[in-house]
């Protein structure tokens, strides 16, 4: 059966955090020292995320499941999650593309360390990548993500498509006055190595609370910039997908924009999360998570853990507040929701 929410969006998205641990401090994110990691007994076992996603694909027919984090490759052994995820099955009945098959399986990735794991998660069943770069400047990126990793995200880019994944898309945050002289340089890396470039609004998810209005470099902006080197041609409407997206008009490629706080798109939204330490949240903003770690371990049957999901489903709100004076941020940051 769908997923309902009180606004008539279907459930189709479960984003899963695999852990909150991360490799980088991205300044957008997390803080220079001190994050505290959630203790291991807090974090969801493997068979714990598989009967969760389980009840999601086979019940609820969600058929994309994200795994984020933290940082996702630093769980040990994360190939053995994808491949419990890639023998659930979508019910025959359902109207999803996917019915009878496996789910979609994603994966959003610093990409440091992606080369080690590519070809195994390949043959888990991963579907597709998506990794994280916002510059192509190595002692920028260094203050960017606080370690000095430029060579490796590149590699991990290499390897990913290497390893068979394709599309393999790169997620850009921009930052006004940090990176947004960069735009331009990254939109024809994505044409020159043929990845989709998604560039992303900066949101108040960053650790520090440093947040403002005027550090998000806008979609039209954004857009502005590349279409004045690049030629761009709109592509039809994204459906419930983040990214609108263009097409370069001499053929090299598309490039995507995800404007979360310049032209939310949460009517489409068709996403639910779920924290590494079991919490589903409705929104990436939201103020109120649902606990379903504690209904597993007390024992709790898979027609109570769903009552509890069809309950938070019900809050999800029409959209997020990050354009009213009432905006409440999250006490959690993107790390330690899952972005
Ligand atoms: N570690 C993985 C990675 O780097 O892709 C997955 C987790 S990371 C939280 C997921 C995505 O969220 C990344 O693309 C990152 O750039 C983005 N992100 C983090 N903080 C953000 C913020 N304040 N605004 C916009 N995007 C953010």
Known sequence: MDLVDPFGRTIRDLRISVTDRCN????????????????????????EFERLARIFVERYEVDGLRLTGGE?????????????????????????????????LSITTNGATFRLVAHELKDAGLDRVN???????????????????????????????EAGFAPVKINAVVQRGINDDEIVDLARFGRDHDVEIRFIEFMPLDADGGWGRSQVVSQDEIVAAISAEFPLELLPARGAAPADRWRYLDGKGTVG??????????????????????????????????????????????????????????TKWAGHQINQVNFIRPKKSMSQIGG
């Not at 490759?73 to 999803?96: F, G, I, M, Y």
């Open 257 to 314: 924009v995800i404007p979360t706080v310049t032209k939310p798109f949460c009517g489409d939204c068709d996403r639910v999360r779920l924290t590494a330490e079991g919490d589903l949240r409705t929104c990436l903003f939201a103020t109120r998570e649902f606990d379903l770690r504690a209904m597993l371990r007390a024992g709790a049957d898979d027609d109570a853990v769903a009552a509890e999901i069809e309950r938070a489903v019900g």
């Open 72 to 104: 996702p490759t630093v769980r040990a052994h994360l190939p053995v999650l994808v491949d419990k995820l890639a023998q659930l099955r979508v019910p025959e009945s359902s109207k999803s593309p996917y019915a009878g098959k496996k789910p979609d």
């Open 24 to 47: 980088f401090r991205c300044t957008y994110c997390m803080p220079a020292e001190g994050m505290v990691w959630l203790p291991r007994s807090e974090v969801l076992t493997f068979e």
């Open 131 to 161: 990794i994280s770069l916002d510059t192509l400047n190595a002692e920028r990126f260094l203050e960017m993500t606080r370690r000095d990793e430029l060579h490796r995200v590149l590699d991990g880019i290499e390897a990913a498509k």
